[in-house]
């Protein structure tokens, strides 16, 4: 298959998924009980108010119209208003995006400059006590209730020793955040030369980052083991083992190399777990992203912002795997033929 037949055909399949997930979430507001003009007018609505949401909302037409006049709607970038915060809820989200990037990339890059190492060596050196370890590691950062250890770890580090900064966002109150170029704090400080705004975003994240990256360590710890023991066993590495080459180049050169082609997919799931499933660790650290503008928007009853953050959440999934299956590509000429 030709590169260009291989991405039409890959983005083809990404509008596809597209359109199944607002199908999905349509489907999913009107077969739950409630009425949503009811949340949204309030407990104190007279009918009278409520009909006249009802329908200017579309309750009132048949379901097939509602979903037509609903794809048209989400698919021009409308997501509805927030009843929170009185704002489009798009906008919202994309005022909030960059701090969930921001906490999903340093957490990712901290899972992976410690798991895939970890995992690596745990098959170089099989049933040993470092492989031991590994598992060890692996299985705690699994079995670890994500709530349970940023808890403990504010608890630890920011009440008994105080060497960390309160829960309190992603920069101390007293301290102006830096100016906005990206949106994420910690870039746009050493873009602006903002020390001081620089190490008090740092500090903030740590706790955070750590909370999450522990978690999602685990599948990359598995997954690198198992890759890396896979291209072990290969032809090509044994014979490198043959002729004499240096242990450390047949390793952290050719067989790591080699390995990290089957932790892209994974690497993929992660990064969607982190950007949509962050919302208990956003809430403990009051982190002003978009997991805690669903929380909430789950405890206010912001209908339109619980909807608009669904959608959010299933194009970012859509974007990410669209993504990685081109960089499958891009990685591996063979994937262009399959």
């Known amino acids: 298959m030709r590169a260009g037949s291989y991405v039409g055909k890959r983005l083809a399949l990404a509008a596809i998924t597209l359109i199944g997930v607002i199908i999905a979430v349509f489907v999913m507001t009107r077969v739950l009980p409630g009425n949503p003009a009811a949340v949204k007018a309030g407990t104190h609505a007279t009918p009278e108010a409520l009909r006249a949401l009802e329908k200017e909302m579309g309750l009132d037409r048949p379901l097939p119209e509602q979903l037509g006049r609903y794809l048209v709607r989400v698919l021009q970038g409308d997501l509805g208003t927030s009843t929170r915060t009185g704002h489009p809820v798009r906008e919202d989200l994309l005022q909030r995006l960059p701090a969930t990037i921001e906490l999903s990339l340093y957490s990712l890059l901290f899972a992976l400059l410690l798991g895939v190492p970890v995992g690596a060596l745990a098959a170089v050196r099989r049933d040993q006590w470092v492989d031991r370890l590994a598992q060890a590691i692996s299985l705690l950062g699994a079995s670890s209730p ?3 250890l940023g808890i403990v770890l504010i608890f630890v580090f920011y009440v008994k020793l105080g060497i960390a900064p309160g829960p309190v966002g992603r920069i101390n109150t007293h301290i102006q955040p830096p100016s906005t170029i990206t949106g994420l704090y910690t870039i746009d400080s050493l873009l602006t030369l903002n020390w001081t705004a620089l190490r008090s975003s740092a500090a903030h994240l740590v706790l955070p980052v750590i909370t999450l990256g522990f978690v999602i ?8 083991r198992s ?3 896979a291209v072990l066993e290969t032809d090509y590495i044994q014979a490198a083992y043959s002729f004499g080459l240096p242990e450390w180049q047949i390793i952290w050169r050719d067989a790591l190399r080699n390995s990290l082609l089957s ?3 994974v690497v993929g799931i992660v990064l969607g777990y982190l950007m949509a499933g962050n919302v208990i660790v956003e809430t403990i650290f009051a982190w002003p992203g978009i997991g805690l503008y669903a929380w909430n928007g789950l405890t206010g009853n912001d209908y339109d912002g619980i909807q608009g953050f669904v959608l959010f959440v299933g194009f970012m ?7 990685v299956d081109l960089l499958y590509m891009v990685i591996d000429p063979r994937v262009r033929l399959a």
Do not use: G
């Open 146 to 148: 994500i709530f349970w």
């Open 263 to 265: 932790l892209l997919t």
């Open 317 to 323: 999934y859509v974007v990410i795997n669209l993504v």
């Open 227 to 229: 890759a890396m023991a």
């Open 217 to 224: 360590m685990a599948p990359l710890i598995k997954m690198s």
